[in-house]
């Protein structure tokens, strides 16, 4: 007969599959060997032992087959109190997700036994000295509550064919060949030998049954040997009534046995498990009746001190030393990762009204530009505060259109920041016109005046300012040099939709200002922009340009009262905006200043929970002339103060589940304007340095607050491994040991 047992190689399974293998049974394990293989080592060149390395929760990729496979034992799963509370998401994953995983594959195999290990911790708190199989549970930690969760699924798939028996154990104690010091007895033995001395905490008085780990096993076996039908659907307490315990009489008791022990009372006990349970169905169902007494289990911890002294201090043997530092290294180093869904580095927010009026729109028959894109113009105009605005099919058409107005051509330079997508610098390229790259302030990351004012020319014609992350550059020096020089100014302001400067909305203070609405930006009409302009008297050769240089739109030409004659009255190129992205538009304009809240309150929450990490920076964002829509969360690394790249930081916040973007790698660093330009490293040094540093984190209104809390845990964790400075450095590397 071969058997699965589930997480084979730990406290409990090592004993279990030995027991079984010397019965004769065809044995398959799956572990994922979090506290190493060693417990099974001897036993792998068994023909009858199967090993398969793997994590539960990944068992989808690695196809487990139980064909053949007569019984399941499902022991696999995060165990103690304490430790499963460091990271409760973890622990349920594994111990529900793990059992919803094995329990269904064993359904649909056919499997006639599933055995799923609880614990008697689902009584909790439990009222009374009869706790029994029917009585309330009352689970106070994660574990617990896992494991009532892991019952609770098992029940629900149970079916005529299909009946888990589920076995609620008490704690284990005595020797295994995957040894643990964190369980009561065992530990307490530990601390007579060592300490000569026992802690009992929380007073002492609260009750726990005991059940010694060989008894375990030889019950699974016996279990095989049973009946379907009469362990079938059955729950079963297993343990003896003379092994429940008050934490005091077992502590005296393990004093008496070690020898010239004090007790040592501490009144407090994070743990507030107490519950004293009846073990009578397992003695009259099973006939079950544990061999082994508390006295056997010390005398053999006792004896394995004596090998195994000088490794006492081993992370392995606790729990909570091996979870702690398995949740503390690096997902890409085999750490636990934050998050297993992956969080992309930016989605839109879009509700049923959007989706709404893009049916209506659909519906009605005019889906390209039409009334929804005027009333979504008329709408934005309004809430920029500006008398026109002109939506169009992207802030790269705006930018362009913006050129094109002013007619600016071949000959003529055009100065801008090399920070910015490359769509700034690629529209004066459109336009025949040479791109000026002027530098930037390395604290705000905009284009620095100083330098522009350094950068001009009789040729110059104009300056494309880009608002980085939606923090306002300084307009005030730019509009002066501008004044000055009589440039034009255009505002790339594709990332700063309801930043203010001086109190002016973005929009309102330059010859042209362009907004992107691309699905990442503060709000979206799926691709589009929009532009506006102080002198109104652009406003029509913008439209114009707009729609290939026609004198009307197919709006004034097809409504009711339109004509349907046309001219052109110079090449214009095709930027109109649609009425299906108006649609979309119309309300997220509705939601950009709750959306833009949002932002805030994320940003302030990093900003909280980053401070004073090592190699953690920010660009800076204090002057309070600019308020900024936090379009995007820049994270300015000082590189000196941890060991690895950006590039490696990102990869390995990318196993952490989290994304993130690069925000920019500067324009002179693409090949095409290093080679048409002659550009190198040394050119614009200052953007150069930051491309190797910054990088953006998630921050969008779609982010639950679990979400803005694992990205906190992402950062902090690797920032804090990777430091290299020791003091603030968890020492949990893999094969390194834990200080406590
Ligand atoms: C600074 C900057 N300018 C222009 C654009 C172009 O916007 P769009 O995709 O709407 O053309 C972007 C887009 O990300 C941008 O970040």
Known sequence: MRVLVTGGAGYIGSVFVRELISNGYQVSVIDRFLFGKETLEPLITNGDLEVIECDLRDADKTKINLDGIQAVFHLAGLSNDPSCDLNPRFTFDSNVGGTRYIADLAKKAGVSKFVLFSSCSVYGTGKGTTLTELSMLNPVSAYAESKVQAEDYVKSISDKSFKPTILRLATVFGYSPRMRFDLAVNLMTLHALRKKRIAILGGGKQWRPFVHVRDVALLCTQLLQEPAEKIGGETFNVGSNDLNYQMSDLAALIADLVGDVELDFVPDDEDKRNYHVCFDKAKDVLQFKPKYKIKEGVAEIVEHFRVVEHQLTDEKYYNIQVMKSHLLTPAILGGEPIRREFLPFALPLLGTEEEEEVIDTLRSGWITTGPRTKKFEEKLAAYIGALDCLAVSSC???????????????????????????????????????????????????????????????????????????????????????????????????????????????????????????????????????????????????????????????????????????????PGFKYNMTDIQAAVGLHQIDRLPAFNQRRQLIAATYDDAFRGLSGFGRPDYHDSKRQTNNHLYIVKLELDQIEISRDQLLEALSKEGIGTGIHFLPVQLHPFYKTKYGLDEQSLPISTDLSNRIFSMPLYPKMTDADVLDCIRALSKLLSYYSVNVATKPEVRPGTKVVR
């Open 396 to 570: 790269t058409a705006a930018l362009h259109l913006a050129l094109a107005t002013l007619d600016i051509g071949p000959g003529d330079e055009v100065i801008t920041t090399p920070m910015t997508f490359c769509s700034t610098a690629n529209v004066i390229e459109h336009t025949g016109a040479t791109p000026v790259f002027v530098d930037v302030n390395p604290d705000t990351l905009n284009i620095d005046p100083a330098l522009v004012e350094k950068a001009i020319t009789p040729r110059t014609k104009a300056i494309i300012a880009v608002h980085m992350a939606g923090y306002p550059c300084d307009m005030r020096e730019l509009s002066d040099i501008g004044a000055r020089h009589g440039i034009k100014i255009i505002e790339d302001a594709a990332h700063a939709i309801g930043s203010t400067y001086e109190g002016k909305n973005i929009g309102t203070i330059s010859d042209f200002t362009c907004f992107s609405f691309y699905p990442i930006k503060n709000m979206t009409t799926i691709e589009g922009g929009a532009i506006v302009c102080k002198d109104q008297s652009y406003m029509e050769r913008l439209r114009r340009l707009a729609l290939h240089g026609m004198d009307r739109d197919a709006w004034k030409r097809y409504e009711a009262t339109g004509r349907p004659h046309w001219y052109v009255e110079e």
